[in-house]
């Protein structure tokens, strides 16, 4: 899989890209991950990349000639499944949409910023818009970040064991369960005795059994048909 992310602010995502799980998964080739800022894209020898907002109001709006520069030139040298535009009106990011996305080949993600981007890049580029939840950040970045994360870690191969990211919280509409390690007392708290008994299926279906109580208990909207 190719990342390719456009961003006027591209230092951000410097030590995200270049640590862990993240860093492990692009030195393997499960993933390559290229920022690229928008700036260098300018019209002209002042590298703007935004302006007032016609019909006034507060705040400036990044402008297309810049953008569409860079998805055009990216457009050339490969084919996008997908062209993401990170937005707080955007639909809503949950498991199953980065299912769907960990199984793309190429995708752009496109970062907002200052009040967001003039609007007919959204009408001529964007094939899909995400918001990461309900509140409003100073530009996409940190979206684009999260949602790399979450698409990366399900690629064959990034996680050691594979069957990791199948037992996550929200893969079956299920908080996931307890975990316990090492030591199995800890100062009066023990760990239950059925994760020690060393029978497969009992535990399995312990953990099933807890994964439904929590849910109930922290998130019963994700129990509704």
């Known amino acids: 899989m190719r990342i390719d992310i456009i961003t006027c602010v591209p230092n951000l995502l410097d030590s995200f890209f270049a640590h862990s799980i993240l860093k492990r998964a692009q ?62 009106d955007g639909e809503l990011m949950q498991q199953h949409m980065v299912n769907q996305l960990s199984l793309k080949g190429n995708i752009i993600m496109l970062c907002g910023h200052y009040k967001g981007v003039d609007q007919r890049v959204r009408d001529m580029f964007i094939t899909k818009e995400v918001s990461i939840g309900d509140y409003v950040l100073s530009g996409g970045e940190l979206a684009a970040a999260v949602l790399s994360d979450a698409i990366i870690r399900l690629l064959p191969g990034v996680l050691n064991d594979e ?34 008994s060393g029978h497969e299926a009992k535990i399995e279906e312990w953990r099933y059994e807890q994964s439904i109580h929590r849910t109930k208990e922290r998130r019963p909207d994700l129990l509704k048909p």
């Open 27 to 88: 030195r393997g080739g499960f993933v390559e991950v290229m920022v690229h800022d928008i700036r260098d894209y300018s019209v002209n020898k002042h590298r703007t990349i935004d302006d007032y907002a016609f019909g006034g109001g507060a705040g400036m709006v990044l402008q297309i000639e810049p953008i569409a520069r860079c998805i055009r030139g990216l457009q050339k040298e490969r084919e996008y499944e997908e062209i993401i535009y990170l937005t707080p």
């Open 163 to 196: 069957t990791s990211a199948l037992t996550d919280s929200f893969q079956d509409n299920l908080l996931a369960p307890p975990v316990y390690t090492r030591p199995a007392d800890f100062e009066g708290h023990t760990v239950p005795e059925i994760l020690m």
